[in-house]
Nanobody
Framework: QVQLEESGGDLVQAGGSLRLSCVSS????????MGWYRQAPGNQREWVAR???????TYSDSVKGRFTISRHRTANTVYLEMSSLKPEDTAVYYC?????????????WGQGTQVTVSS
């Protein structure tokens, strides 16, 4: 069974930095894409950043220039470096991964890690 486990969430002051990690276990294949989403109280889950197998990255406008996504060269592990954090970045951050194996597409989610930015 594939599992994604996030870590690194914390309480931080505005302007501070955090590094989130997402480690996968149980997968038989390397994910095509890994990414991060977030969900603030009362809001829908929103996409934050994505990195593909070739390490190409894309970001939402709200985090572009402040967040950096990266992934391990071989392992199904993804990171999110967050800097210049703002109170509006407060949310539960979820790791997401997808890929194809033997002709089927698979998608996985982690349980989330809380990031709280105080003003």
């Amino acid at each position: 069974q594939v599992q994604l486990e996030e870590s690194g969430g914390d309480l931080v002051q505005a302007g501070g930095s955090l590094r989130l990690s997402c480690v996968s276990s149980g997968s038989r294949f390397r994910f095509d894409n890994m990414g991060w989403y977030r969900q603030a109280p009362g809001n829908q889950r929103e996409w934050v950043a994505r990195i593909d197998n070739g390490h190409s990255t894309t970001y939402s406008d709200s985090v572009k220039g402040r967040f950096t996504i990266s992934r391990h060269r071989t392992a199904n592990t993804v990171y999110l470096e967050m800097s210049s954090l703002k109170p509006e970045d407060t949310a539960v951050y979820y790791c997401n991964a997808d890929g194809r194996y033997v002709g089927r597409r698979y998608e996985y989610w982690g349980q989330g890690t809380q990031v709280t930015v105080s003003s």
